[in-house]
């Protein structure tokens, strides 16, 4: 085999070399970017049950805030009205002792 003949053999196989790793970076490629349209479809989903669970969060926050104000409402009050009959109880006892 001549020089010559060895260079393009040589030069044909470092060709199909990399022809062959072209189409293996080819497919990766492929393969990866339908992973990042997977991932990109998944924090959307994410992030539409993250804000419904938001939501969810809230009105359960408010529902709570304005049960526990008229539920708590009456019972604030009894216990207001029992300390200030508390201390009139005391104003009186100590007004007695003078």
Request: hydrophobic share 35%; glycine share 4%; aromatic share 4%.
């Amino acid at each position: 085999m001549t020089p010559n003949e060895k260079t393009v053999a040589t030069f044909e196989t470092r060709m199909r070399q990399m022809i062959l790793r072209f189409q293996e970076l080819k497919k990766e490629n492929e393969s990866l970017h339908a992973m990042i349209s997977k991932n990109e479809q998944d924090i959307k989903q994410l992030q539409a049950q993250m804000e419904q669970g938001q939501n969810d969060y809230n009105s359960l926050k408010m529902a709570k805030m304005i049960e526990i104000s008229d539920g708590d409402l009456d019972g604030a009050k009894e216990r207001l009205s029992k300390l200030i009959r508390d201390v009139n109880k005391c104003i009186a006892i100590l007004s007695d002792e003078k």
